[in-house]
């Protein structure tokens, strides 16, 4: 139960982190006050412009109302001018799940903040209950996370007592975020983060007091299937296509820009150097000074010195090429698999029919896993997830959310056919410097099982 919980609460991280540098994070930009005052001003006059526009021709009406769907590419395109230049340092939130497998419920809960800088800052209190009530509390500062959990017999976690415990008599447990906090950290991602909404177009709505930027994940991964089914359609018409070809292809040029755009050479280098294998690494050359990580990426391709530096000790398997953008797709398949796959063979197209079901089939057999009772095949599926961000009337981004609804059912390999239900909800409100516990005085147990007491630190 404790890896469970904990593994749920850096899950959880994660996910928060990466909406959380989509809307709440500080620009890379010199003077970003001045120019945020100055893009809300313009952006508050156009969006005035725009309801009086919208306004008269919904019948003289001088403003938009609330509910309707904003189609003008200006507005829109300021809105996600918007997410690239929020101002905000962090966020708070509180998200909640409730789970019924057959007559058995689980309710999951989960409340704290997450501060965006120089190093990140988080706080997760959660708790599920069932049967009995179990509880995590996860502090990430910066390279260093703690974590106590527990469990109760009856009744709802009181968190302030807990809080008032750690100060007192439990002790907290030391373990490593791993690469979270590198990812988290990274100008790199959190610009392509920040990109990330721009991949689809979403529904702009006004609001009450501004707008809402709307997106159905399903939709939105249908869409991004439908993008790499025209590739791999165009790999099956092209025998001979290469690596530079692949690259070039429409959805794949564009998708890259899009999710690059703002991201220098030197960001995407340091972004990959952690997460490749030495020798590949050791061969990455130095980034130019102005490089872009598109062209970083694409010198990559025609770079001579790297593709030598890479393909010396490979027994001529690449001979007759200068780089690897010259290299066919189907060669490059036949070297990686030594031999023992053919790309001609493959019907490509098979590859994305059914990745949609297939996606919710294995939400929903995660979800039953969370019973811990057994495994089975899913044998129907239901998924139903939408997000959201939040802005003022001035565009400025207020926050993010989420809703979602699950039901499936699942065959085990004894006894009758389970049945499963869930909803989940999520609220996050950006701040700009966002309170987290003050571990100032707590204890924790260090890896050589020593108990060590926190110093004190700042925590925003």
Known sequence: ?????????????????????????EPDIPNSGNQGNQSGNQSGNQGNNQGNNQGNNQGGQNTIKPGTVITDETVKGEIFSSLSDATFQGFTYSASANLTIGAAETKFAAEGAVLLGEQVQADVFASMAGEGTSYAMFFLRGDKAYYATGEQTEGKVDFSALKEDLKDDLVLELVSPGGIVGVLQSPAAAKIMRNLPALAEGTLTKTEGGFSLGYDILGVVDNLIEGVRGVFGAIEETAEMTLSGLFGQTFVSDTLKTLLNGVTAAEIRELALPMLPEELAEALPEAGEKQTAVQYLEGLLRSGEFFNALTENTDDAFAGFRSFGEVPLKKLVEILSGGETDLGAIDLSELVDGFEDKLEEEAISLLFSLSGEGEGAVTDSDLDLTFSFSFDEDKKPLGFSAEGTASGTRAPAEGDPQTMSGTVKLEAVCASSPELFDLAGCRYRDGEGQTQTISAKKTR
């Open 1 to 25: 139960m404790k890896k469970k919980i904990i593994g749920m609460a850096l899950a959880g991280l994660l996910t928060l982190g990466v909406f959380g540098l989509s809307a709440c994070k």
